[in-house]
């Protein structure tokens, strides 16, 4: 255990995007869990609205990190952070600097007929988190 917070401290060039990565999507599986959907729905931005198609250099490189970032916290956690916690946690970094994106919420059908849900993140031209959702029909976007 002290050898990972040594490491984390020693090599973890973006300690404080980490932690608040960590911290939002502990947030976001919380709240998942235990709030009803039209509650959570009103928070994640505007409903059927897409943001630009075009983002600047320095937003994408951020974004980039932000999808790092996002991506490694979520792969380590105890409790189980898929596409929506990233994404949402994905989101909420990102508009604290002010970067438009949209949610995507879609759904798919398995192999054997079932039906999945998938969620992910776009900012400008570059999915941050989700993959691009290929494969996934739009049932709903939100734009922050």
Not at 78 to 102: H, P
């Amino acid at each position: 255990m002290f050898g990972r917070i040594y490491r984390f401290i020693r090599y973890n060039e973006h300690k404080t995007l980490t932690l608040k990565a960590w911290m939002y999507s502990a947030i976001y599986r919380f709240q998942i869990l235990h709030k009803k959907s039209k509650k959570l729905n009103a928070k994640w931005g505007a409903e059927g609205e897409e943001s630009p198609e075009e983002a600047t250099l320095q937003e994408y490189r951020y974004a980039k990190k932000v999808a790092y970032a996002v991506n490694q916290v979520c792969n380590k956690t105890r409790w189980e952070s898929k596409c929506l916690v990233r994404a949402l946690t994905a989101q909420r970094l990102l508009r604290k600097k002010k970067i438009e994106t949209t949610l995507y919420l879609g759904c798919g059908l398995e192999k054997d007929g079932t039906m999945i849900a998938h969620a992910w993140l776009r900012c400008g031209r570059l999915f941050v988190t989700g993959g691009d959702g290929q494969g996934y029909a739009v049932v709903d976007k939100f734009r922050a």
